[in-house]
DNA sequence: ATGAAAGCGCTAACAA
DNA sequence: TTGTTAGCGCTTTCAT
């Protein structure tokens, strides 16, 4: 026929597509790159084009990201993928990352320093062009340390307030308010708050705006009927909820700083043989994936965590392209108050 | 003082362990890795490893990847890692893969061949050492592609049928029995099935145990009574659970091909005043994270897909040093039906 | 036990 | 417009 034979086996590489084109691998890579086409004879690229198509080839990632410095991956740190709270978020992400040619490598941390720095430390050696961070605490020495090697680093979920990073977060304030509006005018008067861990963003966010807001609503703030969970979880939500409920102190409704703590607080009444909400309303916070499948539904500030992983992506592309900023921008992305079943006007 | 000094900029490379150390990039490169560390003085060696560990020495993946044509990172392809089912096989996966120091790169397809196509490309330029697959179909032009081209690759969750491929999966079998002997047990005699895809591998095995397991125990099967869901999904299982509804045919329990087509009956019986398990009971599988907080609890078959991920890892790791198996094996899992309150006796 | 040298596949500065 | 050359950081064969 005479044609060029295309080799069947080994992955091709420009050398096999200079070759069969008859010129240079620096042609070929410049035909390639649509960046550097312009510079290529038309019909020469587009030779090369058709050629490097026929032969089935790729760039290869790890050569390209060798030379130029740039790996196009970025890290992704997370407390844990199996809490429904961050799948969508990774979606997110991968859904502005991809189109670019980014890939996502995402790693669990288990909110555990050391696994924390082993991950960070294994994504470098990776050379991921920037990070995208869920994991961010209050007080944060490896996050400081990372900003100042100048990385790209975008947190999202959680931030740290005043340390000038780029980040990406719900409005707390208004999801809090809106959920504590709700109860009050259903007559709630009596309400506990469970809060998160002291050392996260959104769990003093959450609480200070539950005070600041009951009292502007004109209900008093009972300190007895606040309880700090030492997680956001069900088991430490379950927990919290038993204390108030073995103490003196009567309330009609709870307003948890997340969802799993809700879910623990399902699990306390019914152990206690309350009812929800007959006896005490519950409200949750992130509104996450198949909560609303609880029986009763539970009531919650739905969080677009999605839409929080496209804008992350978004911003952490700027800053792979444009440099760091000298001072990061925090995006407060809007929130909804859901109202399910979980909730009920106070007897009269 | 008289130290050597620690650059604090950029990353450090061989040669400027090298350099400090005063040797060649060589003797580092054999010093600091275990394998060849024995070909080197050993109090050079130790004194090489210091001077790293110093300067914060970490190699270059990309560069050590290039080289050795092995990048230690396994790609992962997932239909949708928002689906709760996934992220646990992910867990176990990368606790498996990690302290080997491998990486895994996830990819979504949304079950959309285009979609894995384009993902199975980008894991190809990044050069992952392996592939561990959940989205087989049984008809998979894709994957018996991919294993001519003998690259490590294991299926988890799906398999394919005499494809030769290596695999890990549940014990349906047992799992379905399991099920139908609950509900005969229960005193059950017009039982409905709500089969998945037909193109999956789980769905046809599932149905077919059905179909054997309910006419070994002694109960007709009612073709009428079986309805395909055209995907494992909410939707799907509202679906089907409504025509069944709305056939003539009467049944006190349906078992659902998984949870999610399980959590479209809770919908669709919501809506047809139908209670559960008052009226009808219903049968899961998967047990997947969070089921058991329905109400009612949902009966449903567990599958232990943690270790799924593990033994998957275990047998891609197995393939990258070994070689691939002339003919992949199949490790079946065990599986547990787990009772809570969605099933009940039929009344007498 | 160590050094020298080559080269993995690619891009980019420089030359022609 | 195209070719030449060098080199990213590493491993590995060969030489010493």
Do not use: W
């Not at 703590?261 to 909400?277: K, Q, T």
């Amino acid at each position: 026929m005479g044609g060029y034979s295309v080799p069947m086996s080994a992955v091709p590489t420009l050398r096999d597509v200079a070759v069969h084109a008859g010129v240079h691998v620096a042609t070929v890579s410049r035909a390639l790159n649509p960046e550097t086409r312009h510079q290529v004879n038309a019909e020469t690229a587009a030779r090369i084009i058709s050629i490097a198509r026929d032969l089935g080839y790729r760039p290869n990632a790890l050569a390209r990201g060798l030379r130029t410095a740039r790996s196009t991956t970025v890290g992704v740190l997370l407390p844990d993928i199996t809490n429904p709270l961050f799948p969508p978020i990774v979606r997110g992400i991968e859904e502005v990352l991809l189109p670019e040619g980014y890939t996502a490598l995402i790693a669990n941390t288990d909110n555990a320093p050391d696994q924390e720095e082993a991950q960070f430390t294994r994504l470098r050696q990776h050379h991921v062009d920037g990070f995208i961070v869920a994991t961010a605490r209050r007080d944060h020495p490896l996050l400081r340390r990372v900003r100042q090697e100048k990385i790209p680093l975008v947190l999202v979920n959680r931030t740290i307030e005043r340390g000038g990073f780029t980040s990406v977060v719900a409005d707390d304030t208004a999801g809090v308010t809106a959920a504590v509006r709700h109860l009050i005018d259903l007559g709630h008067r009596d309400i506990a708050f469970l809060a998160g861990p002291s050392n996260l963003s959104t769990a003093l966010l959450r609480l200070n705006t539950f005070k600041r807001a009951a009292a502007e609503l004109g209900v008093a703030v009972d300190g007895r009927l606040i309880e700090r969970c030492e997680a956001y979880s069900e088991a430490a939500g379950d927990a919290a909820l038993s204390r108030l409920i073995a103490g003196e102190r009567r309330f009609t409704a709870v307003l948890a700083s997340n969802d799993l703590i809700a879910l623990g607080c399902y699990d306390a009444l019914e152990r206690n043989g309350l009812s929800c909400p007959g006896d005490i309303s519950v409200i949750g916070f992130n509104d996450m994936p198949f909560i609303d499948k609880l029986r009763p539904p539970l009531t919650s500030v739905h969080v677009p965590h999605h839409e929080m992983g496209r804008t992350a992506a978004r911003l952490l592309l700027k800053q792979i392209r444009d440099g760091l900023p000298r001072r990061g921008e925090t995006v407060q992305l809007p929130v909804e108050l859901v109202v399910r079943g979980s909730t009920a006007a106070v007897r009269p």
